[in-house]
């Protein structure tokens, strides 16, 4: 199976039920003379409000459609060939009848199947990033909702969030690191062995795996891209190298423990580029040096699996200049990608009305990629409109950060007394409209 086909089986099967790791398309249906379809894949995949199905089935004669992913009760037709979508979005090409072909298939994240061919976007992510539980949990912290104890995990899916951000350091436990900032931690916490325990459970509970790859031994963000220590003094290949064998062997390590992400972001906040300064973004032959560095990390997640999709994650919600400049830099530099993350705090980034505009340009400007909001805290029903209502189709989901930890981001949505926490019902009363809005169970 091609490169294309594994992206575009994952992307319709995100919230399918089964791992999006183990998911194989299967091909198109047709009937009548000569009939074919060029579909990636068949079946319903639930998400959306209605759904959407994979493939376009041609019954005409000679007629074969591409896989649509279409119009609620959308007809594609051409001659006398014509394939039935019941999806959300126009479909991905047309029939040439009697005797014809697709004028071009799907493509998916970026990659192109065809010419003329609509990518087509996974169901919608309701995400959250709660690593701090790793830390919380050790000191005997337990949450409930509606004074029931339940884990965190069957929590927030019952809540209807459907996927879990996990962050991960290179190594917290070295001096300066994660485990020393401010007050010495317990562990080394967002370390692999920490992480890979984590991501277990979120599969165990039915969810799906955004990991974040700080390449750090503590917080990666635009104030902070320090080198772990463990690469400070190589030279610039051999850090490279370094990037590339490290998030290999990372993903190794999570599929032999059966928790392989969907989904793996190269970086955090990596606006002022990362692993600084060879990395930086702030002339033209450091951007040479940070598209390698990305890269690296992007050809180590394509060896592992090239299922899983790949994030690169900046600060600028409501700043559409630098953004713009930002992914130009990239494209232009051959890097390949499926979604940009965008990060949102009212606190740092403008509002609701900044968000909307930048992230409603950059959609229509990049109708390759697909967007998220990998980071917010406030405005929780706006925040998800807004990218669920971005042209295109392109806006596939949002991640709350951080639900069980309040700080200058925002507020967490759980109160404590004692070593309990407890969900708080207005916030979460949010969460259950919008799961229920979307379709998301």
Not at 41 to 50: E, L
Not at 121 to 148: K, N, W
Not at 247 to 276: C, H, K, S, W
Request: proline share 4%; charged share 20%; hydrophobic share 35%.
């Amino acid at each position: 199976m091609t490169t294309i086909m594994r992206r575009l089986a994952l992307l319709l099967t995100l919230l399918g039920g089964s791992s999006a790791c183990s998911s194989e398309a299967s091909p198109g249906t047709s009937s009548g003379a000569g009939g074919a379809s060029t579909a990636a894949a068949s079946g319903s995949v639930g998400g959306n409000t209605s759904g959407f199905t994979g493939a376009g089935a041609s019954d005409g004669l000679g007629g074969a459609t591409a896989g649509s992913v279409g119009g609620s009760g959308g007809v594609s037709t051409g001659g006398s060939g014509q394939g039935v979508s019941t999806g959300s979005s126009a479909g991905a090409g047309a029939s040439a009848g009697q005797g014809g072909a697709t004028s071009g298939g799907a493509s998916t994240g970026g990659m192109g199947a065809g010419g003329g061919g609509t990518p087509v976007p996974p169901p919608y992510m309701l995400g959250a990033d709660v690593s701090f539980i790793q830390e919380e949990e050790d000191r005997g912290t337990f949450f409930t909702d509606g004074g029931t104890q339940k884990d965190i995990f069957e929590l927030l899916q019952d809540r209807g969030f459907n996927y879990i951000r996990l962050r991960l350091f290179h190594t917290p436990g070295n001096p300066g690191g994660y485990q020393y900032e401010f007050a010495t931690r317990a562990e080394p916490y967002c370390d692999q062995a920490h992480t890979i325990e984590m991501a277990g459970r979120v599969k165990a509970a039915g969810m799906r795996l955004l990991l974040d790859f700080h390449f750090s031994d503590t917080w990666a963000d635009p104030d902070d891209q320090h080198k772990p220590a463990a690469w400070e003094g190589l030279t610039f290949q051999d850090l490279v190298t370094a990037v590339h064998d490290y998030t290999r062997d990372t993903l190794l390590a999570f599929d032999a423990a059966g928790a392989l992400p969907d989904m793996v972001q190269i970086g955090n906040e990596i606006t002022p580029g990362m692993l600084l300064p060879d990395g930086a973004t702030y002339d033209p032959d450091n951007w040479d040096q940070l598209a390698e560095l990305l890269k690296a990390g992007l050809s180590a997640v394509e060896e592992v699996d090239d299922r899983i999709l790949t994030m690169l994650h900046i600060d600028r919600g409501g700043d559409n200049e630098t953004s713009v400049w930002w992914v130009d830099q990239a494209l232009a530099r051959g890097v390949s990608f499926d979604v940009l993350g965008q990060s949102a705090y009212s606190a740092f980034h403008g509002g609701p009305a900044d968000w909307e505009a930048n992230l409603a340009d950059l959609a229509t400007r990049y109708p390759n990629l697909f967007f998220v909001i990998a980071e917010y805290n406030g405005d929780k029903r706006a925040v998800n409109d807004i990218v669920r209502g971005l042209p295109g189709g392109r806006g596939v989901g949002t991640f709350f950060w951080e639900p069980t930890a309040s700080g200058e981001w925002g507020s967490a949505m759980f109160t404590r007394s004692g070593n309990e926490a407890r969900a708080v019902t207005s916030d979460f009363a949010i969460y259950d409209q919008i799961a229920d809005d979307y379709g998301l169970r």
